[in-house]
């Protein structure tokens, strides 16, 4: 580690040491070593199956590590969850009870409280408020089932905000929502972390949306969490390996960034199927030094993939320019950790 | 509401009976806890499982005629151990389900097995399947108002946790709420309310005194409080209408009961379906 902490507020929101995760015996990943900055707004990345819900469940201790440790918000993962708000993926499934938005945000304030409490004016305010914070402050009196996904998620988005977190965890909060939705949703993302300073973290399979506002990303690639900022996940070769699927990154003459599958033209010359690496191959993207030498024998798919990579270098710095700085260390940090790591194994 | 119908002087008669007023007594007491109960059972997803607490429960019933102990015991042992059980098996629900409805089956053959082991307990089946609450004697009124009061104390000291964790699970138990055990104690009082309903409308038609009137209830109102309070107005109107209507035109009442909190549930649906 070469750069220390300075001042508290650049204490990172959450170290990740070494930490494992069992599912009865098989491991759902082992030494996730990381540093995820205060202020950041980080992706959870991985394909199906690879531990993202793990990993927001063992940030907020919901489960227990195997191994390592995880430290939250200065404190072991666990004691500092009346600072997390939490958004699972529960938007999507039926309420058949009645329950209304202003209501359902109420419940964050006073939902762990046992005995006999009224609901206060201050509390009816601030319920309010945050639901103004998302827009919605006029369908406080509608009832959940009556809501489309959309707004039912920015009704969880309030409830998890209503309580003044330091830390905002989603769980895949663009998933099955309308393009239109997805778009408000990234924005209120985006005012929360640039207005209030929020950290926040998103479980997401799909980037695109994510990617103006994106700092960071934790990736899980070959059974081991790691960070990396925005520059180093946006590298073709790094989210075909991720994903299992060839994918490239595009930019668009405007400077916006996709990230795409592979489009049919290039199957002429590829054999078609997902690029298939052993862990060992793996390893060598955990390098991010742009020298991916264990690649020779996937000579199309890097002929196909390389010159978008190259394209995007420059532009690499430009999301989330406020925080890049801040990122960048984290990223210095992160790669001296990372190789020593690497050099291990 | 017994005054609009006062024109026949002989079901008058037949209601000021003491076996009528302990029946109108056991009504208001079985709704007060079924309209608080049904709420957070729909919430919680355990509409199932009130259901089959009730098949859980009849072997110990017949099997407590057989045995000389009293009905409630039986019932109430059965609910709760059938409680803890479905508990256990957590909130997976298409698993629960399935063990669920396995030992329902089970338990209703095991209890048609001890009421025929004895013709007292085969008389005891068929008022513990459709319910008799003509019959609610004065020690069971009691056991019921001491019931509801215990059930409206508990239930005012974990109100809000317990709807947090009926209505957002995963984010409560993220918050600290300890949602395990407030899930065995949820089934726990649901066995209890399910003892102190069996009597009035036996084990097959309880679904429609502690379910349909606080699904009705969801739909007429938009907040938690509110619709427990109307799904215990429906439950109340329900039976009390059921034995009125029941006295006037001879007539099982646990089958006007149901009747009544169907045709309300059915009403309800209709607005629902309207305003969406």
């Known amino acids: 580690m070469t750069k220390t902490t300075t001042s508290p507020d650049e204490q990172p929101c959450i170290v990740a040491r070494d930490a494992a995760v069992k599912h009865g015996n098989r491991t759902v990943w082992d030494h996730g070593t990381f540093e995820i900055p205060t202020g950041s707004v980080t992706a959870i990345v991985g394909t199906n199956g690879a531990g993202k819900t793990t990993m927001l469940n063992a940030e907020l201790g919901l489960i227990p590590l195997s191994g390592g440790s995880i430290t939250v918000l200065g404190k072991p993962a666990g004691e500092a969850n009346a600072q997390i708000g939490y958004v699972p993926q529960t938007y999507t499934t039926e309420i058949d009870a009645s329950l209304t938005a202003l209501q359902s945000v109420l419940l964050g304030l006073t939902g762990n409280r046992f005995g006999f409490h009224p609901v206060t004016k201050k509390q009816q305010a601030k319920a309010l408020e945050a639901l103004d914070y998302v827009g919605i402050a006029k369908d406080a009196n509608l009832r959940l089932s009556q809501m489309s996904g959309g707004m039912r998620q920015r009704v969880a988005i309030a409830q998890a905000l209503v309580s003044e977190p330091k830390l905002l965890m989603l769980d895949e909060p663009l998933a099955n929502l309308d393009l239109q939705s ?111 030498a264990a690649d020779k024998d996937h000579a199309d798919t890097n002929n196909a993939a390389a010159p978008h990579t190259e394209a995007t270098t420059p532009h690499c710095a430009a999301p989330a320019a406020t925080t890049a700085s801040a990122a960048m260390d984290a990223c210095a940090t992160a790669q001296s950790t990372h190789s020593s790591a690497s050099e291990e194994q | 509401m017994t005054s609009a119908m006062t024109y026949d002087p002989d079901w008058m008669t037949t209601l000021n009976a003491a076996f009528m007023q302990n029946a109108f007594l056991a009504g208001l007491f079985i709704s007060l806890a079924a309209g608080i109960v049904g709420y957070f059972t729909i919430a919680r997803k355990s509409t199932f499982a009130s259901h089959a607490l009730a098949h859980i429960a009849l072997p110990g019933a017949t099997g407590a005629v057989l045995l000389g102990v009293p009905v409630e015991l039986g019932l109430g042992v059965f609910a709760l151990g059938g409680a803890l059980v479905i508990a256990a098996l957590g909130k997976k629900a298409s698993q629960r389900e399935i063990a669920t409805g396995t030992v329902l089956a089970f338990a ?59 209505l957002d699970e995963p984010v409560a138990r993220a918050k600290g709420v300890p949602t395990g055990l407030l899930n065995v104690l949820f089934m726990a ?8 309903a069996v009597p009035a409308v036996g084990t097959l038609l309880i679904f429609a005194l502690v379910i349909t009137p606080a699904a009705s209830a969801n739909v007429l109102t938009t907040s938690p409080f509110a619709a427990m309070v109307v799904a215990t107005a429906i439950c109340l109107f329900s039976i009390w209408g059921g034995l009125v209507v029941a006295t006037m035109f001879p007539a099982p009442p646990s089958f006007v009961i149901v009747t009544i909190s169907v045709v309300i549930w059915g009403i309800c649906k209709v607005v629902e379906k309207n305003r969406n």
């Open chain 2, 108 to 166: 209703t053959g095991l209890g048609l097995y001890f009421a025929r082991m004895s013709s007292s307990a085969s008389q005891q089946l068929q008022s513990i399947l459709f319910g008799s609450i003509l019959t609610i004697t004065d020690d069971q009124i009691i056991s019921f108002a001491v019931f509801d009061v215990l059930l409206v104390i508990l239930m005012a000291f974990i109100y809000r946790p317990l709807l947090f964790s009926s």
């Open chain 1, 182 to 292: 997805q778009h408000t949703t990234v924005h209120i993302l985006a005012k929360l972390n640039q207005e209030l300073h929020m950290t926040i973290q998103v479980v997401a399979h799909d980037l695109n949306m994510l990617l103006p506002i994106l700092t960071g990303a934790i990736y899980l690639l070959d059974g081991h969490p790691h960070y990396a900022c925005v520059n180093e996940v946006l590298d073709a070769k790094l989210l075909t390996h991720l994903y299992g699927t060839t994918v490239q990154v595009v930019q668009t003459p405007q400077g916006d960034m996709f990230v795409t599958p592979e489009s049919d033209l290039h199957f002429g010359t590829n054999t078609g199927e997902a690029d298939t690496h052993t862990v060992r191959e793996v390893t060598h993207f955990h390098e991010h030094n742009g020298s991916h």
């Open chain 2, 189 to 196: 009082v649901l066995a209890g309310v399910i003892t102190i």
